[in-house]
């Protein structure tokens, strides 16, 4: 089925909302512009599978409406990408600002990436291998690097399309059966609601900095230029709907917070800023880096703490531990608690996932007990 219609999308969302839970994909371009553009979204119940156009249909709003009914669990693999594009929409649709605190929120979910590591599978596990060894289904690539945004879409695209939920039914079922068999339907619950938290899709500015690659390599006034100089490129890329690299590489970020230029001719000689490109964002970069003299210099968010030698044995022995209990359970080690995590608690932080929910007890309350019997 495939809804090309304001009348049908409000009839294939009345059809949705029969049922507890709603099968959900997205497919979506953003290799030449800042925000994701939705291209087409896949649904799908028990009986009925659909291909929703946004392209063609102005209005939204059923659809949005149900993403966000408390009622229905969506289910979605590695939905992350997904969400992100539907809290995108919903800014918009409510004229929030950056914080999108207006806006209603999508959920609740069930990711059967997610769901599948608290069983033992990988943790990127994929949708087609988590569909072969769950159904023995074989899905077909072929249209794996298709552009959705061009129309007509052919019947192979379609076919293809709804295979993304139709399958996503039966893995659903299997994962959900399997958790509850195994008494772990509750774990995953706080990684599914950090999914729909507004403020994972929200890049601010002033730490855009902090995902330039190779940031660590600069001097202290480097690093304050370049958090100026990328908050500038992140609200040049917004307000231009480009992307980042379109309006400035972060291999140039690094050249001009090392050089800091001081002026348009000097921009372009530094490297990687082409004339046009100096001309166009030149005066807006040279008033980033002039702002920036005087401040402070940042520091890394989440920087690791060097443990002394007493520490690190400690957190060797607490490192053990987690791989013993995640041997135990059949999971990652690293879903039961990455090393940051561990390190966190021998330096002190309490504050930490090891010490919620059921990771606490299942491990937790012995990490505990082993840091208190440590001793200095």
């Known amino acids: 089925m495939f809804i090309a219609s304001s009348g049908e999308l409000v009839d294939i969302c009345a059809e949705l909302r029969r049922h507890e839970w709603v099968a959900l994909d997205t497919e979506f371009m953003r290799e030449r512009t800042y925000y994701a553009k939705l291209c087409l979204v896949q649904v799908a119940t028990p009986d009925v599978i659909a291909c929703i156009d946004p392209l063609v249909i102005d209005d939204l709003t059923p659809l949005l409406d149900l993403v966000c009914d408390p009622g229905i669990l969506k289910v979605l693999h590695a939905a992350r990408q997904d969400m992100e594009v539907f809290h995108g929409l919903l800014r918009v649709r409510h004229g929030c600002g950056a914080s999108g605190d207006m806006a209603p929120r999508p ?20 949708y087609a291998a988590l ?23 052919s019947t192979e695209q379609r076919q293809y399309a709804e295979d993304d939920v139709r399958y996503l039914r039966d893995v659903y079922r299997l994962l959900a059966q399997a958790l509850a068999e195994a008494g772990r339907s509750h774990w995953p619950q706080q990684d599914f609601a950090h999914l729909c938290d507004p403020e994972l899709y929200e890049y601010d500015p002033a730490q855009a900095w902090q995902r330039v690659h190779g940031a660590q390599k600069l001097d202290a006034r480097g690093r304050r230029l370049l958090r100026a100089l990328a908050a500038w490129r992140e609200l040049a890329a917004r307000s231009s709907d480009l992307p980042r690299a379109w309006v400035i590489s972060d291999t140039t970020l690094l050249e001009l917070a090392r050089r800091n230029p001081r002026s348009v001719a000097d921009l372009e000689s530094a490297g990687g800023l082409t004339a046009r490109a100096a001309r166009r964002w030149g005066h807006g970069i ?13 520091e890394f968010r989440g920087r690791r703490h060097s443990l002394d030698p007493v520490q690190a044995g400690v957190c060797q022995r607490l490192t053990a531990e987690v791989d013993r209990v995640a041997g135990q359970l059949g999971i990652s080690p690293a879903l039961l608690g990455p090393r940051r995590d561990i390190q966190r608690l021998v330096l002190g932080d309490r504050d930490v996932p090891l010490l919620c929910g059921w990771r606490r007890d299942v491990v937790g309350e012995n990490l505990l007990t082993m840091l208190a019997t440590a001793g200095p």
């Open 107 to 126: 959920g609740p979910i069930f990711d059967t990436q997610i769901a599948a590591s608290y069983l033992g599978y990988d943790e990127q596990i994929g």
């Open 131 to 153: 569909v072969e060894t769950l159904t023995g289904k074989v899905l077909d690539k072929a249209h794996t690097r298709t552009d959705w945004s061009a129309r007509p879409l």
């Open 286 to 298: 040279l008033e980033a880096m002039t702002a920036a003299e005087g401040q402070d210099a940042p």
